[in-house]
C-alpha cells in the first residue's frame, strides 16, 4: 500500500531529499529537491513504483549544540540565505550556494562566459590562481540560471577524485565519477538495461583516457552534457611527438565542440608548449575560425573577438586586483640528508635492480602506453619503497592485475606520472 505523504513533507527517493508539493492526481507525488529549484520538480507516479522510485520519509538530524558556531559562522549563514531568496533579482543567482568566497579576479572568466550566448572559452591562467574555482563558478551559475540541466567534466584520471571534491565542497555540486575502476559499480546502479552510464548521472566527471576509447566516444558524444569542462586541455593537443593518445583525446574535444548550443570550457595553465600549429589547435575548439590566426599578425578586430573567448594571466597580473591582495604561497625547497640501515639498503638495492630491469627489457610486443605505464611504475615503486615499506606493499596490491588491461594501464600511466608533476603553489 502506498504511503500518503502531505505537502511540506521531507522525503528520500533516488539517493536525494525532496519537499512533497501539491498534486492534483492522487496517483502522482509532486517532489521538489531541497538543493534544487522550480526547474527540477518531478512527479512519481507511485502505481509504478520499485526499488528506483521508492519513496521514504526523512528528516533533519536535531540541532547538537556541540556544533554551534561563532558570530561570523552565523552571518555567513544569514547572508547565504538572502541571496539565495532574492536570486532572481541579482546579477548572479549563484552566490547563495557557494561554499567559497571567489577573489575578485576569478569573476572576470564568469563575466565573459555570460556575455556569450554559447559559452566557449580558454581560461589560461597561471597555476595556483583557481581556474577550478572559475570553471565551477560558471558552472553553479548555469545551473542556477537553468540554462544547463547537466555537467560534465574531462580530466586526466588523476584529477578525477579532486575535481569531485572540488565541486561538491565548494559549489554544491554532486557529481559521479567515471572511469576504469568505478563503472562497474555504477552500472549495477543503473535503473534499468535501457540507461546508459553517461545520461543516467546529471553531473559526472569523467576520464579523459576512458572517454576517448573507440569502443565508448560515441555513447560519450550521444549522451554529452550540455556544459563540458575539459581540465589540463592541452593534452588534448593534435600535434605530439606521441602520436594516437593525444591524436584521441583530441578527436573526442573536436567532436563535443562541433555541437554549436553545446557549452565548452577548456582550462590549462601551458596553452602554448613552443608549437604554433598546437595552440592553434585548442583556439579551434572554441572557434574553428581561430584555427587559422596569424598569430603574429592580428588586426585589431580580430583581438577582440578573440579576446572574448581566451584569458591568460599570470600571478603578478592579479597579485593586486581592484584593491585587494592575494597572498599566492611561496615556494620553499629544502633538502635534508639520512641513512639507510642495512637491512632497508638491501631491500633498496634490490627494488633497483627490479626497477632497472622493467626499464630497460626489450620487449617489441608492448604498445608505447604499457612501456610507458612500465617506466612510472618503475618510478613509483622506488618512490614509495624510500618512503615506507607498507607504502611499497600497499601500492604493488593496489595495482596488481590491472597492467593486462591496455585502457587501465594508459590510466595508470596519467595517474603515476602526475605524481612527478611539479606544482609551484606545493609548500
Same mark, same amino acid.
Given at each position: 500500500?502506498?504511503?500518503?505523504?502531505?505537502?511540506?513533507?521531507?522525503?528520500?527517493? !533516488?539517493?536525494?531529499?525532496?519537499?512533497?508539493?501539491?498534486?492534483?492526481? +492522487?496517483?502522482?507525488?509532486?517532489?521538489?529537491?531541497?538543493?534544487?529549484? +522550480?526547474?527540477?520538480?518531478?512527479?512519481?507516479?507511485?502505481?509504478?513504483?520499485?526499488?528506483?522510485?521508492?519513496?521514504?520519509?526523512?528528516?533533519?538530524?536535531?540541532?547538537?549544540?556541540?556544533?554551534?558556531?561563532?558570530?561570523?559562522?552565523?552571518?555567513?549563514?544569514?547572508?547565504?540565505?538572502?541571496?539565495?531568496?532574492?536570486?532572481?533579482?541579482?546579477?548572479?543567482?549563484?552566490?547563495?550556494?557557494?561554499?567559497?568566497?571567489?577573489?575578485?579576479?576569478?569573476?572576470?572568466?564568469?563575466?565573459?562566459?555570460?556575455?556569450?550566448?554559447?559559452?566557449?572559452?580558454?581560461?589560461?591562467?597561471?597555476?595556483?590562481?583557481?581556474?577550478?574555482?572559475?570553471?565551477?563558478?560558471?558552472?553553479?551559475?548555469?545551473?542556477?540560471?537553468?540554462?544547463?540541466?547537466?555537467?560534465?567534466?574531462?580530466?586526466?584520471?588523476?584529477?578525477?577524485?579532486?575535481?569531485?571534491?572540488?565541486?561538491?565542497?565548494?559549489?554544491?555540486?554532486?557529481?559521479?565519477?567515471?572511469?576504469?575502476?568505478?563503472?562497474?559499480?555504477?552500472?549495477?546502479?543503473?535503473?534499468?538495461?535501457? #540507461? @546508459?552510464?553517461?545520461?543516467?548521472?546529471?553531473?559526472?566527471?569523467? =576520464?579523459?583516457?576512458?572517454?576517448?576509447?573507440?569502443?565508448?566516444?560515441?555513447?560519450?558524444?550521444?549522451?554529452?552534457?550540455?556544459?563540458?569542462?575539459?581540465?589540463?586541455?592541452?593534452?588534448?593537443?593534435?600535434?605530439?611527438?606521441?602520436?594516437?593518445?593525444?591524436?584521441?583525446?583530441?578527436?573526442?574535444?573536436?567532436?563535443?565542440?562541433?555541437?554549436?548550443?553545446? @557549452?565548452?570550457?577548456?582550462?590549462?595553465?601551458?596553452?602554448? #608548449?613552443?608549437?604554433?600549429?598546437?595552440?592553434?589547435?585548442?583556439?579551434?575548439?572554441?572557434?574553428?575560425?581561430?584555427?587559422?590566426?596569424?598569430?603574429?599578425?592580428?588586426?585589431?578586430?580580430? !583581438?577582440?573577438?578573440?579576446?572574448? @573567448?581566451?584569458?591568460?594571466? !599570470?600571478?603578478?597580473?592579479?597579485?593586486?586586483?581592484?584593491?585587494?591582495?592575494?597572498?599566492?604561497?611561496?615556494?620553499?625547497?629544502?633538502?635534508?640528508?639520512?641513512?639507510?640501515?642495512?637491512?632497508?639498503?638491501?631491500?633498496? +638495492?634490490?627494488?633497483?635492480?627490479?626497477?632497472?630491469?622493467?626499464?630497460?627489457?626489450?620487449?617489441?610486443?608492448?604498445?608505447?602506453?604499457?612501456?610507458?605505464?612500465?617506466?612510472? =611504475?618503475?618510478?613509483?615503486?622506488?618512490?614509495?619503497?624510500?618512503?615506507?615499506?607498507?607504502?611499497?606493499?600497499?601500492?604493488? #596490491?593496489?595495482?596488481?592485475?590491472?597492467?593486462?588491461?591496455?585502457?587501465?594501464?594508459? +590510466?595508470?600511466?596519467?595517474?603515476?606520472?602526475?605524481?612527478?608533476?611539479?606544482?609551484?603553489?606545493?609548500?
Amino acid at each position: 500500500m502506498t504511503t500518503t505523504y502531505t505537502p511540506g513533507s521531507i522525503v528520500a527517493c !533516488r539517493d536525494r531529499q525532496w519537499v512533497v508539493m501539491p498534486s492534483a492526481i +492522487e496517483e502522482i507525488i509532486r517532489l521538489r529537491p531541497l538543493s534544487g529549484n +522550480e526547474a527540477e520538480i518531478c512527479g512519481i507516479f507511485t502505481d509504478l513504483e520499485g526499488e528506483f522510485n521508492k519513496i521514504n520519509s526523512a528528516q533533519f538530524p536535531l540541532p547538537n549544540w556541540q556544533n554551534i558556531q561563532d558570530h561570523t559562522a552565523g552571518k555567513l549563514l544569514l547572508n547565504a540565505a538572502k541571496l539565495s531568496l532574492r536570486s532572481g533579482a541579482n546579477s548572479f543567482r549563484c552566490l547563495g550556494r557557494l561554499s567559497v568566497t571567489p577573489r575578485p579576479y576569478q569573476i572576470v572568466p564568469l563575466l565573459m562566459a555570460l556575455r556569450l550566448e554559447t559559452i566557449r572559452l580558454l581560461i589560461a591562467d597561471d597555476v595556483g590562481i583557481g581556474k577550478t574555482v572559475e570553471a565551477g563558478l560558471i558552472a553553479r551559475e548555469m545551473l542556477d540560471r537553468g540554462e544547463i540541466k547537466r555537467l560534465g567534466v574531462l580530466c586526466p584520471p588523476a584529477l578525477c577524485d579532486q575535481w569531485q571534491k572540488e565541486l561538491k565542497e565548494k559549489f554544491n555540486i554532486d557529481a559521479v565519477v567515471i572511469r576504469s575502476g568505478t563503472v562497474a559499480k555504477l552500472e549495477r546502479n543503473l535503473p534499468s538495461n535501457s #540507461s @546508459h552510464i553517461f545520461s543516467y548521472y546529471p553531473h559526472i566527471i569523467v =576520464s579523459l583516457d576512458y572517454a576517448k576509447s573507440d569502443r565508448r566516444r560515441a555513447s560519450f558524444l550521444a549522451h554529452c552534457p550540455d556544459l563540458v569542462i575539459v581540465d589540463e586541455a592541452h593534452t588534448a593537443s593534435n600535434r605530439d611527438d606521441r602520436g594516437t593518445t593525444k591524436q584521441q583525446r583530441y578527436q573526442l574535444v573536436q567532436q563535443i565542440s562541433e555541437k554549436q548550443d553545446r @557549452h565548452l570550457v577548456l582550462l590549462t595553465a601551458t596553452p602554448h #608548449s613552443g608549437i604554433s600549429q598546437s595552440f592553434l589547435a585548442l583556439l579551434g575548439l572554441i572557434n574553428p575560425e581561430f584555427a587559422n590566426l596569424d598569430l603574429d599578425n592580428l588586426s585589431e578586430k580580430q !583581438r577582440k573577438e578573440l579576446a572574448r @573567448h581566451f584569458v591568460q594571466r !599570470r600571478r603578478a597580473d592579479v597579485r593586486q586586483w581592484m584593491d585587494k591582495e592575494t597572498p599566492f604561497p611561496e615556494r620553499e625547497s629544502l633538502e635534508s640528508a639520512y641513512g639507510l640501515s642495512k637491512e632497508y639498503r638491501e631491500l633498496f +638495492e634490490q627494488v633497483y635492480n627490479l626497477a632497472r630491469g622493467l626499464v630497460k627489457e626489450e620487449n617489441n610486443s608492448l604498445s608505447y602506453a604499457q612501456k610507458r605505464g612500465r617506466y612510472w =611504475s618503475a618510478l613509483a615503486i622506488i618512490r614509495c619503497v624510500m618512503s615506507s615499506p607498507a607504502a611499497a606493499v600497499a601500492t604493488l #596490491s593496489r595495482q596488481l592485475g590491472k597492467v593486462k588491461d591496455t585502457e587501465v594501464v594508459e +590510466e595508470l600511466d596519467e595517474e603515476l606520472s602526475a605524481t612527478y608533476v611539479y606544482d609551484e603553489t606545493e609548500t
